[in-house]
């Protein structure tokens, strides 16, 4: 069994190549299927990584509308897809009060199991975002996020080297399963950052253990989503760090590539990546089937 945490439905009718022949929910269903995955969490999108300067209230009703009909879409398909619902902090009011229960209660009336990817471009420890992932926790449901640095034009969640903020929003919403994703959090695997360095992918070895494995021992709320080149990166950037730190949170990993159907050609390596050490002898089948399904199937 493999389970992708992180894929995208790549807004299937839509193909840059030829807009006459877009690509269908079953097609992409089956590129995901060709690699060995058996289901992925199909992941909104919303545009939400529009930053507070130039963010226009309007795109909300377009983007609700898109996730709804994502969400629908994927209730065809449950043995291959699971669905999350997606929610910007600055939604339903844009006040650190705001009530999500409406949108939590139709998401989770039509089947899912999670809220993501949450890409507001404000603070991560804001008022409004402790307020959202406060009320997701209280309905027992993870949220994954997209976590950066301070720049102004990115899309996710901001804060600072070390992370300070991600640790308030855990310690403020202790209740709530934040899943992390995206370079402002895989590059705390290591310390000394500078916020530079938390907007890229650092390289090289990691010579003092970041905020990340320090986080994750502290807070039961954090999971890792291994995703794209960040986790990736993270992971395999100083091999025996990486695969310390796989072995010694082997409960909180989750497999995922961050694929979509509106890119069928591109095949991630985190598979290959984890088969490898497998084969190597460098991390144990049971801690492989953790990552692959296990965890996944435990938080949902």
Request: with cysteine; net charge negative; glycine share 14%.
């Amino acid at each position: 069994m493999l389970i992708d945490f992180h894929y995208h439905s790549g807004q299937p009718g839509i193909t840059p190549e030829n807009l006459a022949n877009p690509i269908t929910w079953e097609q992409g269903i089956a590129v995901f299927v060709a690699q060995g995955i058996d289901k992925v969490v199909m992941l909104g999108g919303t545009g939400a990584g529009t930053p507070e300067s130039s963010f226009n209230a309007n795109h909300l009703y377009y983007s609700g509308t898109t996730i709804r009909d994502e969400v629908l879409k994927a209730a065809q398909y449950p043995d291959r897809i699971i669905p999350f619902g997606c929610m910007d902090v600055r939604w339903m009011g844009n006040r650190p009060d705001a009530d999500f229960g409406p949108l939590l209660d139709w998401f989770q009336e039509h089947g899912c199991k999670g809220i993501g990817e949450v890409t507001s471009n404000v603070p991560i420890d804001d008022p409004r975002t402790v307020n959202m992932f406060r009320q997701i926790g209280a309905r027992g449901l993870p949220a994954l996020i997209h976590n950066v640095g301070y720049h102004f034009g990115t899309y996710g969640l901001q804060d600072y080297p070390g992370a300070p903020g991600l640790a308030r929003l855990l310690r403020e919403a202790p209740d709530t399963i934040v899943v992390g994703h995206g370079q402002g959090f895989w590059a705390e695997i290591g310390g000394g950052l500078t916020m530079e360095e938390k907007m890229r992918y650092p390289q090289g070895a990691i010579k003092e253990e970041g905020a990340l494995p320090k986080l994750l021992r502290e807070y039961p709320n954090l999971y890792g989503d291994i995703s794209a080149g960040s986790g990736h990166n993270a992971l395999s950037r100083d091999p025996e760090f990486g695969i310390g730190f796989i072995n010694e949170f082997q409960d909180r990993l989750l497999f995922g590539t961050d694929q979509s159907f509106g890119r069928p050609e591109l095949v991630m390596p985190h598979q290959g990546f984890l088969k490898g050490l497998v084969a190597e002898g460098k991390i144990s089948g049971e801690v492989y089937e953790k990552i692959a399904w296990k965890n996944a199937t435990r938080l949902l």
